[in-house]
């Protein structure tokens, strides 16, 4: 139960704010996590338990909260067999636009690397770049982890994950 629900709270998390992140400026206009941590032990909806140890929430909500998000709007289910479309964009807190970045992927499952590639993409500043279409690879069903890394001049800028589980 503790490990299903966490798992839960943390993908809810992870999705709900890179949601309301990349529609900034459009339809909202900031956001909070509500409940930090509990005030008592309690199973509730907050990242830290009442000792201050981080739930698996944290780590979801620290990587979409960071001023340089690279996201993927992931589908609501990927078939197995089938190669499947996303979307990718970044989201940039700062000041600075960030011209010339690049951004790595990379598709990782039990046996290794699956599929990795590279581009570049104009991050605007204070703002969300252009959407960026990339097929992801026939899989077949198990646990795959789909990573992305943004860089300017070889400098890390932001890291993101997604756990995608294939049926």
Known sequence: FITNSQAYQSNLIQYATEC??????????????????DPWPAVTWSVLDY?????????????SMQPVLPCFRMLEKIEAGKANLISFCVVNDLADGLPGATC???LEGGMGDIASASFPVEIPADGVSAETKLTLPSLRPGKYKLMATIALSNKTLGENWYELIIQ
């Open 20 to 37: 309301y992140r990349r529609a900034k400026y459009t339809k909202i206009t900031g956001l909070f996590q509500f409940d930090f941590c």
């Open 104 to 106: 790595y992927w990379r």
């Open 51 to 63: 000792w201050r140890t981080p739930k698996s929430a944290f780590d979801a909500l620290r990587r």
